[in-house]
């Protein structure tokens, strides 16, 4: 655990710059290579079909460095704990960036993924900015379109943390007169951030579900794409920031890597921070 | 007494620092999403559906508004989130828990809210506070009672507006019988108001609990038990193994694992040694059962009642006991630190509640240090119980940026020299003289640049398995590229915990014959190729008599026959497909119809110049199994696939250019004393020249074997024409 005096403001921000370089070196596998797996997020995709209503959740677990990185954001005060008050302000803050973080195509065709409900984190018993790992969950929905058929193919583009290596997971339910099987996770295992989105494909086997509650194409198929291209290299205006930056979030988390390399090429000095142990 | 209650509620917020529980207004999707997660208890049924119904409706709403550009599209939103907002009030009003206030003149109508019954020790309390003229607020407060210090609680209620308030306070950490809780109201800009609420949590229930084999034996299992009633809360049984000190703080280091398996077995659970007896909250629960790939998952319902018993005891089944057909599972990548006659008693029942066999307790270690010790190595450090098995074995040398991860099984000592750290074949030699056997992690990703080092290792014949499934994934894509270029390599899987998910979720299957399981009969049939690996289906594949890994000699072109069966779990495998793959191509494959867990393949095929031949399944929500090999060798000839030699020996020379290209930066790195610091690099640069020499060797192998292609041809042809 860390154990610091009280220190002003600026201290604050400088030591909060100073941790972060450092956190963003060591993530920098290049740099640290034995910490791979601890840099990883891992996305676990839990995608659920029924008549109705397509249930996509997903798990990010983040490793012991990721976490440390996301620690730090969580902790406003620097005081090297997260309050549930600070938990709750990164929870609205999350809601608030992860916007259209994932895409939904059947047999192409783009659906609106729609918040179900809030992001929560889950700490894992541990409220301190130490190396331990925590979880992220976050659920959204689309309406069943009409034309989900046996054999309708069904693509989520997963563009959360894309600069951070990966291992990701597809798990698909079909409920009520619905079966499906998964097709391929792309990539399975990243270990190097691939910086674009992660594609996993799913196959419907079955769709025997009543056909009246299922929402017809026009409503809620948001663009179709164009002949011969994969909808998911048309992004929309709100889609384009994402695939090329990452989306927001991961803006944001570049924007304080950088900002806190920038601060330690200025004032790094020797922090201590060990390799093994994170600890100052 | 508001002058009282308004002094009391501000001294307590005062003076015994508690944390003020976060307190927020919220929209109408906000209040039902909360409410449909978490606190659906509080409804029946038949408003749970329509609250689940409203949350999707007024979030769609609110997304409808978020992108509409058109006036009327906007007032078409706005009128639905109204709507969807009118009708959320008319089922909260409904709720028969619901506690309606009156705050006027800074007093609170009634002044003490009487009694919320809990569901158990977390639950929620919802309000309507009428605030006077105004508006409709949705706020929100979450506190956990074990979070307040001293011996009075205040729960601080923030964002009270005028109007209609909406309060759903979500309590954890609520203790047993009744609790006097002080909710203070922040409204009006004044001082807080405070409610007296008394709490009284449910009576709790007792919980027995009896997992037996067929036999009608207790035994360990993996167990899934989750609260419905408070919210899908996961219950940890009372006798859960906790082994999580021994991952060493790496990776999920927890005794909670998850199951990285397609469909509804995917998730947490717990290991449960034997029975357990628990006191629980009463309402609604749900189990699940599971004994690792060969038995028949149990799931249940069952509804608790408050200071009443419900004795459960669920028998799990095998739907398939291939310890009778000769084989037995295997994890071949599990981390884990036994040094304590407990540490390994804990993991063997981790390792029996998922039935796994044989699993090879690797000591990790890169270039820098190791993790996960072991007491020793040998026979003498074997873990025995009954048919289960822990073996220490390795995973090191381990680089990720350059040349791969390794993985070492049936060792005598650790093999460690960072100062030859990148010499694998040393590594791969001193293996094998102690008798073990040596192979590589993550091939089915591939990750950490595998593919560098296979190219390098496998044609010098350093290689006995590679990780093909994993993570859920099973992944050809090297696998396959070697057994074209002629070299023999067996399947294997592990599962990697604690990054992956837990033991034996992803499994090899070696085939001991018909004698006596042991540990050295199992290595010996990982060392023969008899293997499949697996995270659900079973297969059997034969070419006449030959099992994977075998050889079948011909000296001349002659029917084989070819049987294989793919089977899985009746009820979540189908359909299942089988597939017999020849030379990286599917040469046939049979899906059985739904409902029918079983496939077969019974076909001849001629021996043609030889090949590798394997089968492999697909099953229902992307299960998958896949056999190593039966090679078809003609005589004078190799196995391979001739037309692809060119190709993938190209594509190897590629992955012998990389190391070069890594070697020559990390010494233009050292030579400018730039990796001082990075021991991994560094030692690539001092080292680098001992494994260009082992480059060298791979490509010379790769240009001998561009040199048998051409002189096969002749051969080939002659082999090829019809007499």
Avoid at chain 2, 151 to 167: H, Q
Avoid at chain 2, 292 to 320: C, I, L
Wanted: charged letters at 25%; a neutral charge; glycine letters at 10%.
């Amino acid at each position: 655990m860390f154990h610091r005096p009280a220190h002003s403001d600026a201290e604050t921000v400088c030591r909060t710059i100073v941790l972060s370089a450092a956190a963003a070196l060591l993530i920098d596998s290049r740099l640290i290579a034995h910490t791979v797996l601890m840099d990883c997020v891992q996305h676990r995709v839990a995608l659920a079909v029924d008549p109705v209503n397509i249930d996509v959740d997903v798990e990010l677990i983040f490793g012991e460095w990721q976490s440390l990185l996301q620690r730090r954001q969580m902790d406003r005060n620097g005081d090297d704990t997260v309050t549930s008050e600070e938990q709750a302000a990164y929870e609205r803050y999350l809601a608030g960036t992860l916007i259209e973080p994932l895409s939904l195509l059947i047999d192409g065709r783009r659906l609106d993924l729609i918040p179900l409900y809030e992001p929560s984190v889950d700490l894992g018993g541990s409220n301190r900015t130490s190396l331990s790992g925590h979880q992220v969950r976050l659920s959204y929905f689309a309406r069943t379109p009409s034309w989900l058929a046996a054999g309708s193919r069904i693509t989520l583009s997963d563009r959360l943390w894309t600069r951070q290596p990966a291992l990701s997971f597809l798990n698909v339910t079909g409920r009520d007169g619905f079966r499906l099987a998964v097709e391929s996770t792309d990539p399975v295992l990243s270990p190097w951030a691939t910086g674009g989105p992660r594609l996993m494909q799913a196959r419907c086997t079955l769709a025997g579900g009543p056909v009246a509650p299922r929402v017809a194409a026009a409503a809620v198929a948001s663009r179709a794409p164009a002949a011969g291209l994969e909808p998911h290299l048309l992004p929309t205006s709100s889609h384009r920031g994402a695939e090329t930056g990452g989306g927001r979030p991961v803006g944001a988390v570049l924007l304080v890597i950088i900002m806190a390399a920038l601060g330690a090429v200025v004032i790094l000095r020797p922090t201590g921070l060990s390799r093994h142990g994170g600890q100052h | 007494m508001r002058t009282t209650l308004t002094i009391l509620s501000g001294l307590l917020c005062a003076s015994l620092g508690a944390s003020p529980a976060p307190a927020e207004a919220v929209n109408a999707a906000g209040l039902a999403g909360l409410l449909s997660r978490e606190h659906a208890h509080l409804f029946d049924p038949a408003g749970r559906q329509v609250l689940n119904d409203l949350n999707r409706g007024l979030r769609e709403a609110e997304e409808q508004l978020r992108k509409a550009t058109a006036e009327g599209d906007k007032k078409a939103a706005r009128d639905r989130l109204e709507k969807g907002k009118a009708d959320l009030i008319a089922l909260l009003g409904k709720c028969p828990s619901l506690m309606r206030v009156t705050l006027a003149e800074g007093r609170l109508t009634p002044p003490q809210a009487g009694f919320v019954t809990l569901p158990g020790d977390r639950g929620a309390v919802l309000i309507c506070l009428d605030n006077g003229p105004g508006s409709i607020q949705f706020v929100t407060a979450q506190q956990d009672l074990t979070e307040i210090r001293g011996e009075r609680a205040v729960v601080a209620v923030r964002g009270i507006g005028p109007g209609s308030n909406w309060i759903l306070i979500s309590l954890t950490g609520v203790p047993a019988l009744r609790t006097t809780l002080a909710l203070a109201f922040e409204a009006n800009q004044g001082q807080p108001v405070s409610w007296p609420i008394d709490l009284i949590s449910q009576d709790k229930a007792r919980l027995k609990i009896r997992i037996l084999d067929e036999d009608g034996k207790p035994t360990p299992a993996m167990v899934r038990l989750t609260w419905a009633t408070g919210g899908d809360v996961d219950v940890r049984p009372s006798n859960a193994v906790d082994f999580s000190a021994q991952f060493d703080s790496q990776g999920a280091a927890t005794s909670h694992r998850i199951m990285n398996i397609p469909g509804g077995l995917w998730g947490y659970y717990w290991v449960v040694p034997g029975p357990f007896d628990m006191v629980v909250p009463a309402g609604e629960w749900r189990i699940m059962v599971r004994r690792g790939a060969e038995h028949v998952p149990v799931q249940d319902s069952f509804t608790t009642t408050s200071n009443q018993t419900m004795e459960k005891t669920y028998t799990v089944k095998r739907w398939v006991d291939m310890r009778k057909l000769g084989w037995y599972s295997g994890d071949d990548h599990v981390h884990n630190r036994i040094l304590s006659d407990d540490d390994a008693r804990r993991l063997m029942t981790y390792v029996k509640a998922e039935d796994i066999h044989l699993a090879n307790i690797v000591k990790m270690g890169d270039i820098y240090r190791t993790w996960f010790e072991q007491r020793g190595f040998g026979k003498e450090y074997r873990v025995i119980d009954g048919d289960y098995i822990l073996s220490p074995g390795q995973e090191c040398p381990r680089t990720h940026q350059q040349i791969g991860h390794t993985i070492s099984m049936n060792i005598t000592s650790m093999v460690r020299d960072t100062d030859k750290y990148y010499s694998y074949d040393w590594v791969a030699d001193t293996v094998h003289q102690q008798g073990g056997l040596w192979g590589y992690a993550h091939v089915c990703g591939p990750a950490f640049h595998v593919h560098r080092d296979m190219s390098v290792s496998i044609p010098q014949s350093k290689v006995d398995f590679v990780e093909l499934l994993q993570f859920a994934h099973l992944g050809t894509d090297l696998f396959y590229d070697f057994l074209d270029l002629g070299f023999k390599v067996t399947a294997s899987a592990g599962s990697d915990v604690p990054w992956g998910g837990t033991v034996g979720e992803v499994r090899v299957y070696s085939c001991v014959g018909d004698g006596e399981f042991n540990a050295d009969r199992w290595f010996e049939g990982m060392k023969k190729g008899r293997t499949f690996v697996t995270n659900g289906p079973m297969i059997e594949f034969q070419v006449d008599e030959a099992l994977p890994g075998d050889e079948v000699r011909v000296s001349g072109n002659r029917k084989l026959r070819v049987r294989a069966r793919a089977w899985g779990d009746p009820a979540r495998m189908t359909p299942i497909k089988l597939e017999i793959v020849r030379h990286s191509e599917v040469i046939r494959a049979q899906t059985g119809g739904n409902g029918q867990a079983e496939v077969k393949l019974d076909f001849e095929l001629d021996a043609g110049c030889g090949f590798w031949i394997a089968a492999r399944v697909s099953a229902a929500e992307g299960l998958s199994a896949h056999t190593t090999p039966v090679y078809v060798v003609r005589e004078g000839l190799r196995f391979w696939r001739p037309e692809a030699v060119s190709r993938l020996t190209d594509k190897t020379n590629g992955w012998l250019d990389e190391i070069d290209k890594i070697v020559a930066e990390a010494k233009a790195a050292n030579r400018a004393g730039k990796v001082e610091t990075d021991r991994a690099v560094k030692q690539l640069a001092v080292q680098g020249d001992d494994l260009l020499k082992r480059v060298a060797a791979a490509r010379k192998v790769y240009a001998e074997l561009k040199d048998v292609a051409e002189k096969e041809k002749e051969t080939r042809a002659r082999a090829e024409t019809p007499k």
